[in-house]
Every structure is written in C-alpha cells, then in structure tokens.
C-alpha cells in the first residue's frame, strides 16, 4: 500500500503539521485528521525511484576507491595534517595550509 503524506490546514494559512498514513489507492482521501479531527489535505509527494543514477548508486559509487579510480578520479581522506591519497594518481598528501 502506498503511503500518503497529509497537512493539517490551518486557519491562518500557514502549512500545518504533516503526518504520513498509509492508505490502499482505492481509499478516498482524508478530509479531517483521525485523532484531532482538523481538517486536512493531502500533499503530493516525489516519488522515490531507485536505478542507475540514484542518490543511494552515487553513494556507493564514491565509497568505492577501485570504481572511482577506474573512472579517473583521485580520492583523498582528511587527516590531521592536511588529505591523504586512498587512489587515482597525485600526490600522495596534500598538506594543510599554513596560516600567515
């Protein structure tokens, strides 16, 4: 079942309290909130779609040093001393900057 994202309508016109409900599609919507009993509308959500190009793929892919290497990249990791390689080609530490 779907989950449906709900806001309370409030009378100043401001966005209200947002709760999620899960709902089958063929139910109608809610008019007034189950507890309280403000009314409410629902409030149209972005689907998540994971693939190829998603938020959790582009994740993994920078945790991944052979990937990211493969590609051309280099990676460095902060350290106390300035950014240590972990791959890809470069120096293998970039050091922090002095201050004047």
Do not use: N, W
């Amino acid at each position: 079942m779907p989950t449906y994202v709900y806001e309370i309508i409030r009378d100043d016109g401001k966005p209200g309290e947002r709760f999620e409900l899960y709902q089958s599609i063929h139910e109608e919507s809610l008019k007034t909130q189950p507890v309280t009993g403000k009314p409410v509308k629902r409030v149209i959500q972005a689907a998540y779609i994971g693939g190829k190009f998603s938020e959790s793929k582009a994740q993994k892919a920078v945790q991944d040093d052979r990937k990211l290497e493969s590609l051309g990249f280099t990676k460095y990791v902060k350290t106390g001393k300035g950014y240590k390689k972990t791959c890809g080609k470069g120096p293998d530490m970039l050091k922090k900057p002095t201050e004047p």
